[in-house]
């Protein structure tokens, strides 16, 4: 069973940052493409960002230039830093495994991540 455990989320003012990090315990996450996502109460899940096992990233329009995505294959996680934050960018953020561009075939359980104005 794949199981992607994110943590880092929590409350901060905007124009903030903060770090959120994807834990894939037990797999080889230099053979793995892996995202991130956003979902907002009646909204679709959208893409934030993506990274190929070979190191390609993809990242959604509205976050571009504000949010890095990035993994170290050696402690099996991969990051999402995120930067001038918005209260727009408020949402539960999913960590997911799957296939280039968008990985969606495994989630993780969610993290809150809640940006104040």
């Known amino acids: 069973q794949v199981q992607l455990v994110e943590s880092g989320g929590g409350l901060v003012q905007a124009g903030g940052s903060l770090r959120l990090s994807c834990a894939v315990p037990g797999r080889r996450l230099s053979l793995r493409t892996m995202g991130w996502y956003r979902q907002t109460p009646g909204k679709q899940r959208e893409l934030v960002a993506a990274?190929?096992?070979?190191?390609?990233?993809n990242y959604g329009d509205s976050v571009k230039g504000r949010f890095t995505i990035s993994r170290d294959n050696a402690k099996n996680t991969v990051y999402l830093q995120m930067s001038s934050l918005k209260p727009e960018d408020t949402a539960v953020y999913y960590c997911?495994?799957?296939?280039?561009?968008?990985?969606?075939?495994?989630w993780g359980q969610g993290t809150q991540v809640t940006v104040s104005s």
């Open positions: 990274i190929s096992y070979g190191g390609s990233t």
């Open positions: 997911a495994e799957g296939t280039w561009p968008k990985p969606d075939d495994y």
